[in-house]
């Protein structure tokens, strides 16, 4: 068992709660326009998802959360929070790939 799964995944939650936090803000901003509210609404989704998968400890569904909340959140700060996020991603996801067995993470 690797110690680094359970705090790159808490810390890949944390990321994508405070992602999806300042969308909705920015969305709240521009006064809840409809071009926004569709992308913003799938966020949120994708973050359910993720908290899913982070309690059954499944890395599908961590993933598939994770893939929706990056691509589809609207941020007043352009593309470097979805970058962030994917190096942040693409560490977890190397380091839980080594550890699992069978898609389910052990810590």
């Not at 110690?3 to 521009?30: D, E, F, M, N």
């Not at 993720?50 to 599908?60: D, S």
């Not at 589809?72 to 593309?79: E, I, Q, V």
């Amino acid at each position: 068992m690797n110690k680094a799964v359970r705090p790159l995944s808490l810390a890949l939650v944390a990321y994508s709660t405070l992602l999806v936090i300042v969308g909705w803000v920015a969305v709240g901003q521009t006064g809840f326009s409809r071009e926004f509210i569709a992308s913003i609404v799938l966020a949120t989704v994708g973050l359910a998802v993720m908290y899913f998968g982070h309690w059954h400890r499944n890395v599908w569904y961590l993933g598939a959360g994770t893939a929706t909340v990056l691509l589809l959140c609207p941020t007043p700060l352009g593309l470097w929070p979805m970058i962030i996020g994917i190096v942040l991603a693409v560490a977890f996801f190397w380091i839980a790939y080594q550890d699992s067995s069978g898609g389910k993470m052990t810590w």
